[in-house]
Structures are given as structure tokens and as C-alpha cells.
């Protein structure tokens, strides 16, 4: 691809578009169903067993007429946020998250497990078929691969400040990822996507009928519902970044570009 800078061209595939738009909803709607089934427990622990009188490493619930976020030794108060809020009816609910934030909005674990199983099958067999793709088409050794020169700190370094100072590419630059573009990207297809997987099916006692492997290797199905959550929120941690990014871009193109493909080339300075 290539272009002066103002023309309209071509930037994202079919392909990279329909499972942008997907994940986006899919990792929504786990996230918030995730939540509700958290409600059910709102503690987390290391090892292979977890009951209300063990230690949790995180816990978010009432003490009192207070809501609190207790990690470690440390404790936040939370009140009309986590652990003790109002409900859309006005009434008090003792609760580790709130209505607005689960699927559903009114507590149900067995909805929240079905649609957390539900779309964890489009999550999974989508990044089957996109790094299938992505591999047949030279997606990822042309946009994510990084080249020897892009892993010397000294590049990583210039990114970072570049960044930091809101200077962003223009012209043609501005069709390839930087680094820490590869670097996220990267992180998210090949490290926490197939790790929230994993994880996923580590909590599941079925998976001991044919993969009992699985929860050994996380040290238990504790640890792996804590990693599991760590994860989940490390991609809303992306999501966040990723969309700051494209508002300090311009959210217009970059949005544009991810619907129909077309993306308008910034201008050359001096253009």
C-alpha cells in the first residue's frame, strides 16, 4: 500500500475488520457476563482450593454499610461503586459489582455461565480462523513480525518518547506499525487471548475428563481463576490505551478505516 498524504486509500482486510468488530463485542459481553459470575465469589486465591474462611489475595464485598476492595493488606473503600451500591430500583445491593457493569443486569449465575460459555466459543474458534488467515495471507510476518531493528532499545526508546509526546506518523509511516504497535498487538493475539483461553478451560471440571494436564499447570484451579481475571483485565487495560490512541489520532479516520478499509493518508508536514 502506498499514497500521498490526504488520499483515500485501502488500509485494513476484509478479514482484519470482521474480527476486529467481533472480538470487540465478544470480549464485551464475556467481560461483563465474567462479572456476574465473579458476583457469585467475589474472592480470588493461589492454589487448588478456595472457601469463604481461606485467604484471598483479592476480595471486593460489604463490611458494614461500606463497600471495600481488599487486596493483600491493602484495603480501598468502594462504596456506591463495588461492593455495596443501588440498584436501577433504588435499593441497597451487597454485591461485589453493579448492575450497569454484568450480563445480566439482575443477578443470575446460570445466564451469566451461559453466555460467558456461549461467547467464549466465538472468542476461541475466531482466533483460530484469524491466525489461520492472518498466516495464509502474510499478515503476520508483513504488520506483526519484529525485525532485528525494531528489538534495539534505542528504537524501542525513540517509539516510546515519540509517544509520549504525542507525535504521531504521517505519510506513508503511518501504514506500518511501530513497535510498540507490534508489541501490543503481539502481547494480545499470542499471549493474553490464548491465556484467558486456557485459563478458561483450567476452571472448568469437565476439562478434567480430557485435558487434566491443564489445571496442573497453572498450580491449581485457584491460581487459574486468578490469572484468568488478571488477564481479563489486561485486555480492558488495551482496550483503553487502544482507544485513547485512536481519539488522539483522529477518531473519524482510524474508525472509518476499521468499517469500510479506506483510510485517509495525515499529511507530510509541509504538505
Given amino acids: 500500500m502506498s499514497g500521498r498524504g490526504g488520499e483515500l486509500i485501502k488500509r485494513h482486510r476484509l478479514s482484519t475488520r470482521i474480527w476486529h468488530w467481533t472480538n470487540a463485542v465478544t470480549l464485551l459481553v464475556m467481560l461483563m457476563s465474567g462479572l456476574m459470575i465473579f458476583n457469585a465469589h467475589p474472592r480470588l486465591y493461589w492454589g487448588e482450593y478456595g472457601a469463604n474462611y481461606d485467604a484471598a489475595w483479592l476480595e471486593i464485598g460489604p463490611v ?21 451500591w443501588e440498584d436501577q430500583d433504588g435499593n441497597i445491593q451487597r454485591r ?7 450480563i445480566p443486569s439482575r443477578y443470575s449465575l ?28 502474510g ?9 532485528g531493528r525494531e528489538w534495539r532499545p534505542s528504537h524501542i526508546w525513540h517509539d516510546v518518547k515519540e509517544h509520549a509526546r504525542l507525535r504521531f506518523p504521517t505519510g506513508e509511516a503511518t501504514l506500518r506499525y511501530n513497535v510498540l504497535q507490534k508489541l501490543a498487538y503481539a502481547g494480545v493475539i499470542f499471549v493474553l ?25 497453572f498450580g491449581g484451579r485457584q491460581t487459574a481463576r486468578s490469572i484468568h481475571f488478571i488477564v481479563a483485565f489486561a485486555l480492558v487495560a488495551f482496550f483503553l490505551v487502544h482507544i485513547a ?16 478499509g479506506r483510510y485517509r493518508l495525515p499529511k507530510e508536514k509541509g504538505e
Fill in 64 to 84: 458494614g454499610n461500606e463497600g471495600r476492595l481488599k487486596i493483600g493488606s491493602m484495603v480501598v473503600e468502594t462504596t456506591g461503586v463495588l461492593g455495596r
Fill in 193 to 217: 487471548l490464548p491465556l484467558v483461553i486456557v485459563t478458561g478451560l483450567a476452571m472448568s471440571p469437565g476439562t478434567d475428563a480430557w485435558a487434566h494436564w491443564i489445571t496442573g499447570v
Fill in 96 to 102: 461485589a459489582f453493579p448492575y450497569w457493569s454484568t
Fill in 110 to 137: 446460570s445466564d451469566a455461565r451461559l453466555w460467558h460459555l456461549a461467547f467464549a466459543w466465538v472468542l476461541a474458534l475466531g482466533l483460530l480462523a484469524y491466525l489461520l488467515w492472518s498466516l495464509f495471507n
Fill in 245 to 260: 490512541m485512536v481519539v488522539l489520532a483522529g477518531p473519524f479516520n482510524e474508525v472509518r478505516s476499521m468499517i469500510t
Fill in 139 to 147: 499478515h503476520l510476518r508483513r504488520d506483526i513480525h519484529i525485525t
